[in-house]
């Protein structure tokens, strides 16, 4: 069990971050670069002093500046997998693995056999004897995985664990290390920038921006209300802010006035608009929607099947539609083009 | 680029400091003298009087073992004047044809030097046998090295020897210090290191006379001025300032 | 097709390889050909037919021996203080670090005699601490090979040192995190992390250190003095000998050099490159 309240005044970033951690749980820590997700993992291994705050796993607390208690690294009951793994190159996939054990005082021939028995248990038990630049990406991952769990840990940190993987690897290796995470019942805490990898790993979110946190819960609940234009654009969502203007009109801080058809629930609102309800039409069309807009074409995005197509402002929306309707508009950036929104699309909810 | 400026500056600065020798004006010559290191407070004096006698010229004294300025001779280097403590490192530089008619000028003989106080109560040659005492000569190859031996020789002892110096100023400097309880050196050495060194007499049956002679050479580019050093030193004057500091007549 | 193959062999050289601008190989080759020169003459000027008879005195071996004896030594010293006090340079921080560097540098900076004369004032018979030494236990290292090896030492450490900090700086200490994380001590860390990754540098740094302890002249012979069989290293014996013969003192420094090139040539460069 994590309870951390992190507050690192590090360079640049400035970070106040409180987050726990069950047994049983896996939680992500989702954001940009830069927004210090790292730098918590790495406070909470004890890599990086805390400034304010405190850090307790299991019950014990393990750094709090007030009271003047920090404990060494080496002493927390932590694992953690490394972004680049960090695979001791001198030493094979077993020695490697065997590290943790050696380091406790468990003899060389008894940590060797409880490390084959880890890499029998990850299936890599062909490359007890290889060296770290002999093993593929996947692999690496395993071994690395297997080095932080063997000795036991009360908590599993994990950096961008599928970073370092190539596009074709990442999605297979994606699965089998939700297996692994899965094998372990203490807490897991992972930081990853990529949300596919959020999503199918973890039970919990955490939204880390500018060192803070913007949102937690569940995926569901996080893609489906985004709090933010970070997580709005990760989820593929167009996100607007701005005030109420009456029972069910919305001014946007740019100015613009969009129509909405459920009351709105407070005076700060984001409203979120799926790209594929954004339509696109040479002239001001005629006929229901609520919201028409003049704008120009500002970027246009090929996607596999379908066009993402960004509009310039005021509101600036992305809206997806078919190459066909592309070629049909004679789109390119700088073409005028009128934009439109049934009220029914936008979801108004509370800032 | 700017490497190469660097370069550049540095190139006209080294010019620049080795022309140093012909000085600021056009009249002043500088005599490059190549004198045995116990000669240095005996030539310093020499050197500052001529040059008072001689308004335009610039002596400048290179000293060092007499064996090490014979090498630099013979390589070539540019000397107007040698003056030796040994007449086999003269003989050495005028039968390559470097020079001609070197002079006997001054004679030296050999004392023992201790620390000021004799804190080991050094006696005699006898004691440099003894392995308790740290005893130092210098080194066979250069003139106080081949003369201390002679010394010891005579007398018929063989010493215990803790090291071999490359020039009488570092044995000195080691005695000074208290480094060495005694060595053998120049009468002229330890008189002019004052306080700070003891001399003891050595039996005239035992000791060596070190004869000095001095010639200008050949190659000198200054040749009436090196003629005129010489003779200078030579003279009832040279002979006067050599004798105050300890140096006896040819 | 033509050009195909063109990309192809640069490509296949590796850029670094490629082309050099002509300035900087022109430079390159004076540097080289400076360097070479002196070597050159003093080849041709060896007294080749006397040369087996010329090294075969006692006086060569003796040198020789001291030499070797006295820079292995040393070296052994340098690395048992010097990666210690590398490591602290570089991964501690203490008050005084950069003025601990700065005296790590001096003997660097300083004439090699101006050295030895301030050993003589710490460890000389009326030294500083080899004052007390002597009067009670009668131990001198001047006049002995022991100060040898303390002069060499004193002049030849800061390479080694400073070697060794470089590469402990530049080193990626993400890995000692990981071992951390592990549970490692900082004892384990140090011998089982640190230590091998820095192995280039610390070949490096040996290297350095047992040429310069080689080479020394100016601190031995004012510290330890000048005795055949006892002190009496080669560059001493080669300084002396150019008074006397000539002959004898090329014959010392082809022996030095020869020596020297044994050692040196043999060490490959990927023991001395970083690994990537």
């Not at chain 1, 309800?277 to 074409?297: D, I, M, Q, Y």
């Not at chain 3, 640190?194 to 080689?214: D, E, F, K, M, Y």
Request: aromatic share 6%; hydrophobic share 50%; with cysteine.
């Amino acid at each position: 069990m994590l309870r951390a309240s992190i507050g690192v005044q590090l360079r640049a970033l400035d970070l106040e971050v409180d987050l726990t951690v069950g047994d049983g749980e896996v939680v992500a820590m989702l954001g940009p670069n830069g927004a210090g997700k790292t730098t918590v993992l790495r406070a909470i291994a004890g890599l990086q002093p805390l400034d304010r705050g405190h850090i307790e796993i299991g019950g014990t607390v393990f750094d709090d500046p007030r009271r003047g208690t920090y404990v060494a690294t080496a002493d927390r009951p932590i694992g953690f997998v490394f972004q680049d793994y960090l695979l001791f190159g001198r030493l094979s996939a077993l020695d490697n693995v065997a590290f943790g054990l050696r380091a406790r005082g468990a003899s060389k021939t008894d940590a060797r056999a409880a490390a084959q028995r880890w890499l029998d248990r990850f299936s890599l038990a062909g490359c007890a004897a290889a060296r770290p630049k002999a093993l593929s990406g996947g692999q690496a991952q395993g071994v690395a995985l297997a080095r932080a769990l063997a000795t036991e840990p009360g908590l599993l940190l994990l950096d961008e664990p599928l970073s370092a993987l190539d596009a074709t690897a990442r999605a297979a290796v994606r699965t089998e290390l939700r297996r692994h995470l899965d094998t372990f019942d203490g807490g897991r805490l992972l930081v990853t920038h990529d949300p596919v990898d959020a999503i199918v790993l973890a039970d919990r979110l955490v939204i880390v921006e500018a060192g803070r946190v913007t949102q937690a819960g569940t995926p569901a609940a996080v893609t489906a209300r985004p709090a933010s234009s970070y997580v709005a654009q990760l989820v593929g969502i167009n996100l607007l802010h701005g005030r109420a203007a009456g029972d069910r009109s919305v001014r946007l801080d740019t100015g613009a006035l969009l129509t909405v058809a459920d009351p709105l629930p407070g005076p700060d609102v984001a409203i979120a608009v799926r790209p594929r309800a954004v339509s696109l039409h040479r002239h001001r069309p005629e006929g229901s929607p609520r919201n028409a807009w003049a704008t120009v074409v500002a970027d246009i995005e090929a996607d596999r099947d379908r066009v993402r197509v960004t509009l310039a402002g005021p509101v600036g929306v992305t809206a997806e539609v078919t190459p066909a309707a592309v070629a049909e508009l004679g789109l390119v950036p700088g073409t005028p083009v009128w934009a439109t929104v049934k009220a029914v699309d936008l979801t108004a909810y509370e800032r | 680029m700017p490497v190469v400026g660097l370069l550049g500056v540095g190139l006209l600065a080294v010019t620049a400091c080795a022309d140093g020798d012909d000085g600021p004006g056009a009249g002043t010559r500088t005599l490059t003298v190549f004198a045995a290191a116990s000669l240095t407070d005996a030539f310093g004096a020499v050197a500052d009087a001529f040059e008072e006698a001689n308004a335009g010229v610039t002596v400048e004294l290179n000293l060092a073992a007499s064996s090490t300025l014979r090498e630099q001779i013979l390589s070539g280097a540019p000397a107007d004047v040698f003056a030796s403590a040994d007449i086999s490192d003269m003989t050495r530089v005028l039968d390559a044809g470097l020079a001609e008619g070197a002079e006997n000028f001054a004679t030296n003989e050999v004392q023992i030097a201790v620390p000021a106080g004799n804190p080991a109560d050094v006696a005699g040659l006898a004691d440099f046998a003894d392995g308790d005492l740290l005893v130092g000569l210098c080194a066979e190859e250069a003139p106080c090295g081949r003369l201390g031996r002679a010394v010891l020789a005579n007398a018929g002892i063989t010493p215990s020897v803790d090291t071999n110096e490359p020039d009488a100023r570092s044995l000195l400097t080691k005695i000074r210090s208290g480094e060495l309880d005694a060595g053998l050196v120049y009468r002229t050495d330890v008189l002019a290191a004052g306080g700070s060194v003891q001399g003891i007499v050595i039996p005239a049956d035992d000791n060596v006379t070190a004869t000095y002679p001095i010639v200008a050479l050949g190659a000198s580019a200054h040749p009436g001025a090196a003629a005129a050093f010489v003779d200078f030193v030579l003279s009832d004057e040279g002979r006067d300032l050599l004798a105050a500091n300890g140096f006896g007549p040819p | 097709m033509t050009i195909r193959d063109r990309t192809q062999g640069h490509r296949g050289q590796g850029h670094a390889q490629g082309h050099a601008p002509w300035p900087i190989l022109v430079l390159a080759a004076a540097a080289l050909a400076y360097l070479a020169v002196p070597f050159v003459a003093l080849l041709q000027r060896a007294p080749w037919s006397d040369l087996g008879e010329l090294v075969g005195q006692p006086v060569v071996r003796d040198a020789l021996r001291l030499s070797l004896t006295t820079a292995f030594a040393a070296t052994g010293v340098s690395l048992l203080l010097g990666i210690p006090l590398a490591w602290a340079l570089a991964r501690t921080r203490f008050p005084g670090r950069s003025a601990a560097r700065a005296l790590v540098t001096l003997p660097m900076v300083l004439p090699p005699v101006v050295g030895g004369a301030a050993l003589l004032f710490a460890f000389g018979r009326r030294g500083l601490l080899g004052g007390p030494v002597y009067d009670s236990t009668g131990f001198l290292l001047p006049f002995s090979i022991w100060g040898v090896v303390a002069a060499t030492t004193f002049v030849a450490m800061p390479f080694l040192v400073l070697t060794v900090e470089s590469g402990l700086r530049a080193a990626d200490t993400r890995y000692e995190d990981a071992a951390a994380t592990l549970g490692a001590s900082r004892w384990m860390i140090f011998w089982r992390i640190t230590v091998p990754h820095a192995t280039p540098s610390i070949i490096a740094g040996a290297v350095l250190c047992w040429a310069r302890a080689l080479g020394e002249f100016g601190a031995t012979v004012t510290f330890a003095g000048n005795l055949q069989g006892r002190t009496q290293t080669m560059p001493l014996a080669v300084f002396l000998a150019l008074e006397s013969d000539r002959d004898a003192a090329i014959a010392l420094s082809l022996v030095l050099i020869a020596v020297s090139l044994a050692v040196l040539l043999p060490l490959r460069d990927r023991w001395l490159a970083t690994p990537s």
